[in-house]
């Protein structure tokens, strides 16, 4: 990678980190191409894994129906089990921010923070795909996704959460791969009711 492309890269995955930890998700580690033990799929140039959480969806992009799939009827299974429902339906909301993350920690490096949520060709796998079809499991896509993706880039203009943005950045640029407690001294604390 390029050194502009490496820090787009570490931007992104940095965001997604940031987000997911803000929304309370723990995140256990990120990762660039290339680093010891960097085994990403495909063409990807980096990776912020998450620890497992049993009730968020699985969901992804058909790629000969060229639709959307998701695990619905397995979620809906579970959500009709759970004692905390609330629980589960927020634990989406953040999969759908942090999803969004990456790609609008991009539009705002590049200014672009005000602009419509770019379109890329849907993949197995692409952020605003998934992001899309974890939508879909709450209702009306266009309109929770619009509303997600709002909060989100309000977050990551925030000064202090970009601060953390860039600063975990620097370590993954520098480091290619972060996880434990050095990861976890770069992240923010869970904010109470956030996604709203």
């Given amino acids: 990678m390029t050194t502009v492309t490496d820090w787009i890269v570490c931007v992104h995955e940095a965001a ?6 803000t929304a309370g998700r723990k ?14 799929k495909g063409d990807t140039a980096g990776g912020c ?7 968020v969806a699985p969901c992804g992009w058909n790629t000969q129906a060229q639709t959307h799939w998701s695990g619905v009827h397995k979620w809906a299974e579970m959500l ?11 634990a989406e ?6 999803l969004f993350a990456g790609p609008l920690s991009e539009m705002r ?4 923070e005000d602009g419509p949520l770019p379109t890329t060709p849907p993949g197995i796998g692409d952020d605003l795909t998934l992001a899309a079809a974890h939508a879909g499991l ?23 959460t970009w601060g953390k943005v860039q600063a975990l ?28």
């Fill in 16 to 21: 997604h980190a940031v987000v997911y930890a």
């Fill in 93 to 98: 909301r953040a999969e759908i921010c942090g």
């Fill in 138 to 160: 709450l209702g009306d896509v266009d309109e929770i996704a619009s509303d997600l993706a709002t909060q989100t880039m309000e977050l990551l203009k925030e000064q202090e």
């Fill in 27 to 40: 995140v256990k580690r990120i990762i660039l191409r290339g680093a010891d033990g960097g085994e990403l």
């Fill in 80 to 90: 009709g089990a759970s004692a905390d429902r609330g629980a589960m339906l927020h």
């Fill in 49 to 55: 894994e998450l620890e497992p959480l049993g009730y």
């Fill in 169 to 196: 950045a620097l370590a993954l640029q520098e480091r290619r791969a972060l996880s434990g407690s050095e990861l976890a001294s770069y992240l923010p604390k869970t904010r109470e009711g956030w996604p709203r």
């Fill in 109 to 112: 490096l590049s200014g672009n």
